[in-house]
């Protein structure tokens, strides 16, 4: 396939940048960038439609020609958040007990900026430390997902209609399980499983969260932790392109699992009858 010599996307501002996902459900790819920083902007990178079919200039745009003809770079926005339930749908909670716990689900708008500093100042009010993100099409609705790790919190954002939804990780596990520590990774897959892997926990593990009921299901967790630095952190989750084998690791314990379900099933089809 021959060689290229590594080469930095000069449309990314350099930063913290943790994770990527890409927005493929259009004719012109969108990519999307978290940053690991108190003050980290999620970025948006769209490239022009000059650039596509998309190869390598689709990434690696030549600023001296046109200004790129017409590759953009903007940064998110939120405009406000408006606090409402704080006991999610069927979560049957003590609304007080969750405010304690910042679990209140918070809505709002956002916008796109040019301006790094605006994104910078609304992550650092709002998303601050970023890690995972996917992008899905779910219910027909192009759909970005990505947690904040420090507020143990996911954002769902509806890109077509401009809006935001933050939940708490922390939920309640069909089956048992504890996902109590910072989210880390996310993989998407099927039509609304959502991965979770799961950083500075003493039991670590992996989650599928069903997006469409807001429902948490534990794959599987370490009871065995690691004895020194902040503990074990999950990594590496992929599932095989038949949909048969899910793929985790454990980053500390350098070990990875590979899970299948009893009845020899795909994934996509994984509910609370068949877990």
Known sequence: ?????????????????????????GAVPVFY???????????????????IPAGWDTLHPDMDVDGGRGAAVD??????????DPAP??????????????????????HWSADMEDGRRSADEHYPWTEGIAFAV????????FVAKKLESIFQLDLGAGTWVKRSTNADLAG????LS????????GDKWLFHAEDESSTPGVYLQDVQADRYYTIFEDKDPVDWGDGEETTGIAVSPDGRCLIGC????GECFVVKRDDGGSFDLADQRRR
Not at 33 to 51: H, I, L, M
Not at 176 to 179: A, H, I, Q, V
Not at 182 to 189: E, I, R, S
Request: glycine share 12%; net charge negative.
């Open 1 to 25: 396939y021959g060689r290229r010599d590594p080469q930095r996307l000069e449309q990314i501002p350099p930063g913290a940048l943790e994770a990527m996902a890409t927005d493929d459900a």
């Open 33 to 51: 960038f978290t940053e690991d920083w108190d003050d980290g902007a999620v970025r948006r990178f769209t490239p022009s439609a000059a650039q």
């Open 75 to 84: 940064f998110l926005v939120f405009d406000d958040r408006v606090f409402v």
């Open 89 to 110: 749908a069927g979560d049957g909670g003590d609304k007080d007990k969750d405010k304690a716990k910042g679990k209140e689900e918070q809505r709002g708008t956002f």
């Open 138 to 145: 779910v219910g027909g609705r192009r759909t970005l997902f």
């Open 176 to 179: 048992g399980g504890s996902y």
């Open 182 to 189: 910072q989210p880390d990774h996310l993989y998407f897959y």
């Open 250 to 253: 454990l980053q500390e314990k």
